[in-house]
């Protein structure tokens, strides 16, 4: 089955600071893909990055990258330049080829970031 | 392009009562997913569609909850009837099938918020 840990509850940084949110994940397929999502308070779940397990190079998209460490198991969402606009909580997800019948994403149970003036 | 449409985005009801959530996926995606998402927690996969088909709704909890998907569009997930626990998010994605699912991007709704009572 697979598993994906999300070990802050909740982070508090300053506007303009680059904060690094921690995603480690267990699963036994050999081809998955990683996700990280952001979840404003309106409840809508944004879809920010993604990252195959056979990419060679970490993610991009914007002021958003995905540090990969595939020997560790982990993929932490690295934002640079922070904005008030950035609080909300974010959920690190996964894909795979198996999980056990299931065929969605398995969620961490995310980090709240809140970014101070 | 228009996102994921759900309605209605709040619901009360009294245990016991019947409820349905609708949803309407990106153009031309042919996969759908519904999700729960309890306070504090990450999102659960409930079902998926391959176009009109159920390929998995092994954690869907049978005896109280429905969904269809006619035409392979638009879908219903119904609960009757309503326990307390039911209380939730209840979060509509879809995502356009490559053929390798592990890279789909699933993009979301803006959920359904349950409150029974």
């Known amino acids: 089955a697979q598993k994906i840990t999300q070990t802050q509850p909740g982070m508090f940084v300053q506007e303009k600071e680059a904060v690094t949110l921690d995603c480690t994940y267990d699963?036994?397929?050999?081809?998955?893909?990683l996700f990280w999502y952001k979840q404003p308070s309106s409840g809508e779940m944004i879809f920010l990055i993604y990252?195959?397990?056979?990419?060679?190079q970490n993610a991009t998209e914007g002021r958003y990258s995905l540090n990969f460490q595939k020997a560790r198991k982990s993929a932490n969402l690295v934002i640079s330049a922070s904005q008030l606009g950035d609080s909300a909580m974010y959920f690190c997800a996964m894909s795979g080829t198996s999980g056990g019948g299931a065929d969605g994403l398995t969620f961490g149970k995310g980090t709240h970031l809140i970014i101070q003036p | 392009e228009a996102g994921v449409v759900q309605s209605p985005r709040y619901k009360i009801i009294e245990k016991k009562q019947p409820v349905a959530f609708w949803c309407n996926p990106i153009?031309?995606?042919?996969?759908l997913y519904w999700y729960r998402q309890n306070l504090g927690q990450g999102p659960e996969l409930l079902i998926r569609y391959e176009n009109e088909e159920a390929v998995d709704d092994s954690q869907l909890p049978k005896d109280r909850f429905s969904a269809e998907r006619l035409k392979g569009v638009d879908s219903t997930l119904k609960i009757q009837p309503a326990e307390l626990g039911d209380s939730a998010v209840y979060l509509c994605?879809?995502?356009?099938?490559?053929?390798?699912?592990?890279?789909?991007?699933?993009?979301f709704g803006p959920g359904t918020r349950l409150t029974v009572l």
């Open positions: 153009s031309g995606h042919n996969t």
């Open positions: 990252q195959g397990s056979y990419d060679q």
């Open positions: 994605a879809s995502s356009l099938d490559s053929g390798a699912r592990v890279t789909d991007t699933q993009y």
């Open positions: 699963t036994s397929d050999p081809s998955y893909g």
